[in-house]
T-cell receptor, first 112, second 112 residues
Framework: SQTIHQWPATLVQPVGSPLSLECTVEGTSNPNLYWYRQAAGRGLQLLFYSVGIGQISSEVPQNLSASRPQDRQFILSSKKLLLSDSGFYLC???????????FGPGTRLTVT | GQQVMQIPQYQHVQEGEDFTTYCNSSTTLSNIQWYKQRPGGHPVFLIQLVKSGEVKKQKRLTFQFGEAKKNSSLHITATQTTDVGTYFCAGPSNFGNEKLTFGTGTRLTIIP
C-alpha cells in the first residue's frame, strides 16, 4: 500500500530564515506530487505541481520554491521566510491519469 | 479562472439531525470529488462522481452529481460526533492534467 510522509510536523521559524519541508511517497512510482498551503480556517491553495523528476509547475507567485530531486521526493523551500508564509503546508500525491489525491499529515509553520 | 463555491460556509447541527453541503462550479466538470478534513488533520479522499446525475452512498453519506455536471451535494443522515470536520468538494482545474480546484469548504460542528 502507498504511504506519504511529511516532516517536520510543526515548525516555528523567525522572519528571514530559510525553510525546507520534505515529502516522500512510498509504494508507488512516478506519482503526481502537489504542495498546498492552508491558512487557518480556510481552503486549500495549490502552490506547486509536479508530474516527474525536475518538472515543477508553480501556481502562484510567491516567496517559495519547490524541487523534485527523486521520483518520490518533493521539497518545498524558501530562502527568506515572511510572516505571510505561516500556514498549514500539505503535500499530496495522485496516480498519473487519476484525480484522487492523497494527503500527507502536513506541517504547521509559524513564522515569528 | 475556475471557481468552486460551497454553501454554507459553516453549519452547526444537533446530533442526530441531517446535514447537507452544496458545491457549485463556474465550469462544467468531468468529475467531482469530496474530501473530509477533521479538525487539526489533513484532507481525506471520500469519493469521486463521474456521471451526470450520479448518486453514490457511503453508509449515512449520500453524494450527488448534478445533471449539468456543474454542481454536487453531500448529505449526511442522522449526524454523529464523528462527522465533525470540514467537507471540501474538488473538480479538475484544467483538461489534460490532474490538478484540482478545491471548493471553499463547509465546516460542520455537532452539538451533542
Amino acid at each position: 500500500s502507498q504511504t506519504i510522509h511529511q516532516w517536520p510536523a510543526t515548525l516555528v521559524q523567525p522572519v528571514g530564515s530559510p525553510l525546507s519541508l520534505e515529502c516522500t511517497v512510498e509504494g508507488t512510482s512516478n506519482p503526481n506530487l502537489y504542495w498546498y498551503r492552508q491558512a487557518a480556517g480556510r481552503g486549500l491553495q495549490l502552490l506547486f505541481y509536479s508530474v516527474g523528476i525536475g518538472q515543477i509547475s508553480s501556481e502562484v507567485p510567491q516567496n517559495l520554491s519547490a524541487s523534485r530531486p527523486q521520483d518520490r521526493q518533493f521539497i518545498l523551500s524558501s530562502k527568506k521566510l515572511l510572516l505571510s508564509d505561516s500556514g498549514f503546508y500539505l503535500c499530496a500525491w495522485s496516480l498519473q491519469g487519476f484525480y484522487e489525491q492523497y494527503f500527507g499529515p502536513g506541517t504547521r509553520l509559524t513564522v515569528t | 479562472g475556475q471557481q468552486v463555491m460551497q454553501i454554507p460556509q459553516y453549519q452547526h447541527v444537533q446530533e442526530g439531525e441531517d446535514f447537507t453541503t452544496y458545491c457549485n462550479s463556474s465550469t462544467t466538470l468531468s468529475n467531482i470529488q469530496w474530501y473530509k478534513q477533521r479538525p487539526g488533520g489533513h484532507p481525506v479522499f471520500l469519493i469521486q462522481l463521474v456521471k451526470s446525475g450520479e448518486v453514490k452512498k457511503q453508509k449515512r453519506l449520500t453524494f450527488q452529481f448534478g445533471e449539468a455536471k456543474k454542481n454536487s451535494s453531500l448529505h449526511i443522515t442522522a449526524t454523529q460526533t464523528t462527522d465533525v470536520g470540514t467537507y471540501f468538494c474538488a473538480g479538475p482545474s484544467n483538461f489534460g492534467n490532474e490538478k484540482l480546484t478545491f471548493g471553499t469548504g463547509t465546516r460542520l460542528t455537532i452539538i451533542p
